[in-house]
């Protein structure tokens, strides 16, 4: 059974970071499809960034430069840093798995909410100005 268990969310000031974290169990981390994705209140949940097996990512357009994806394949941990904190960042932040390869071929694809398989129960980030 596939879990996915993220922590490090909290409360920061505007221009602050965090780094999240997602510990996975149950599958082969290392072959999955892995990724960020948030929702704020009221809004839909959308992708922020998503690491493919040979570790290739890719990430909205809306947190280039600001958020770093990256993995630890033999602790089957996943993170999320993320700097120069913005109020619009404030969001439920989740990890979650896709059994097979990320589409990287397209950034739209490739952070499709409806592509990815397993779900965290999320982690809460609130950005203050």
């Known amino acids: 059974q596939v879990q996915l268990v993220e922590s490090g969310g909290g409360a920061v000031q505007g221009g602050g970071s965090l780094r999240l974290s997602c510990v996975g169990s149950g599958y082969t981390y290392s072959s999955y499809c892995m990724g960020w994705f948030r929702q704020a209140p009221g809004k839909a949940r959308e992708g922020v960034a998503v690491?493919?097996?040979?570790?290739?990512?890719v990430y909205a357009d809306s947190v280039k430069g600001r958020f770093t994806i990256s993995k630890d394949n033999a602790n089957n941990t996943l993170y999320l840093q993320i700097d120069s904190l913005k109020p619009e960042d404030t969001a439920m932040y989740f990890c979650?798995?896709?059994?097979?390869?990320?589409?990287?071929?397209?950034?739209?694809?490739?952070?499709?909410?409806?592509?990815?398989?397993?779900w965290g129960q999320g982690t809460q980030v609130t950005v203050s100005s």
């Open positions: 690491i493919d097996s040979d570790g290739t990512t």
């Open positions: 979650a798995a896709r059994p097979r390869a990320c589409a990287i071929a397209s950034v739209s694809l490739s952070l499709a909410v409806t592509d990815f398989s397993y």
